[in-house]
């Protein structure tokens, strides 16, 4: 496989889970401002947080309003997270590897695109009345990942894909996690209460989690909000689940086996994955969910680097004696990542 078609393959599936996810986050944060009069740009501003986009966000808007943030989060193409632009991009790297797709996944990224883009030229009228449009895209991003399931053979590709959405979808969880413990929670005198209730219950809405946290743990508390969020093994959106599934789709890729590692990539998501297998909920709670976290989505984001570093960019190769000290870059001969060359640190 092309280095090239692996990084489109990989930052597709990154663009189209970031998408669903913002989505996800605005049609909750909708629901609770519905019933916190006079904390909205306090809910509003957690998404900016949980985001990173902050100072993005107020280059162009003076008040986190839900108009100003739902507006930039959707379809402001300025910014490089909102739904708009994610799918520009996903499209933009489906379109650039077509052949290596089945025709049935571009129709639906295709599709899933055109249909935002529509919505962004009547956005004031999508703006107030949001919810509708929000389930639509969820329901296309279902759209794409079922076809993508049913159509794609399990190969080095699909491998790529499934390791991208996988870490976006781990980063995702671990913020709005974040978000909840020092954003949302506008009163300590709150915590315990019906009010704390409400915000864990909508963290686990924003992430599908709901009806499984109750299944397995009945009564909503924080602890054990936590530990299904971060440490359940099954549930598909928990931070240990996608961590540990990107390590086997790695793995998958370089044919190393699971009790060693022959790349900078394997070794970190290895670690992580080890660590997320043994830790009790207990010790992050104690040494600070906060504090967890935010290494938490600084491994993450080594993870991704190593990623690149090991499949995508490609170092030089001398095409003369070393004392010419002359080099070609690998960018004029087509690079190619497959299990044999994978297991070095330059493919």
């Known amino acids: 496989m092309l280095c090239r078609v692996a990084n489109s393959v990989f930052w597709m599936s990154r663009y189209l889970e970031r998408a669903e996810n913002a989505a996800r986050f605005i049609d909750v944060t909708s629901a609770i401002a519905l019933g916190y009069r006079g904390l909205e740009e306090t809910l509003w501003s957690s998404l900016l947080h949980a985001g990173g986009d902050v100072e993005t966000f107020h280059k162009s808007y003076p008040v986190a309003s839900r108009e100003n943030v739902t507006r930039f989060l959707l379809f402001d193409r300025a910014n490089p997270n909102s739904v708009l632009s994610c799918l520009g991009s996903a499209r933009e790297n489906a379109r650039s590897i077509r052949e290596n797709l089945t025709t049935p996944m571009w129709e639906a990224v295709n599709r899933f695109y055109l249909r935002v883009r529509s919505a962004a030229a009547e956005a004031d009228q999508v703006l107030g009345q949001p919810h509708p449009f929000l389930e639509r895209i969820k329901r296309s991003a279902h759209q794409v990942q079922g076809v993508t399931l049913a159509t794609w053979s399990r190969g080095e590709a699909w491998q790529f894909y499934s390791m991208g959405s996988l870490l976006e979808r781990a980063d995702k969880t671990s913020r709005i996690l974040d978000v909840k413990y020092f954003i949302l929670l506008p009163d300590a005198s709150h915590i315990g209460t019906a009010v704390d209730v409400v915000q864990w219950a909508a963290l686990l809405e924003s992430t599908s989690a709901l009806q499984m946290y109750r299944r397995a743990s009945g009564r909503i508390e924080p602890g054990r909000v936590v530990e299904f969020l971060v440490l359940n093994a099954k549930f598909p959106r928990s931070v240990r689940f996608c961590v540990s599934q990107a390590d086997i789709s790695l793995r998958a890729i370089t044919g190393s086996p699971a009790q060693g590692f022959s790349n900078r990539a394997e070794q970190l998501l290895g670690q992580l994955s080890s660590q997320l297998s043994y830790a009790q909920v207990s010790d992050i709670i104690d040494g600070g ?36 000290s002359q080099s070609q870059s690998l960018t004029k001969t087509p690079a190619v990542v497959s299990t044999v060359a994978a297991k070095t640190s330059v493919p």
């Open 289 to 324: 969910l906060h504090e967890f976290v935010d290494n938490l989505q600084m491994r993450l984001n080594g993870i991704g680097d190593a990623i690149g570093e090991t499949f995508f960019r490609i170092a030089p190769v001398d095409r003369q004696p070393a004392a010419a």
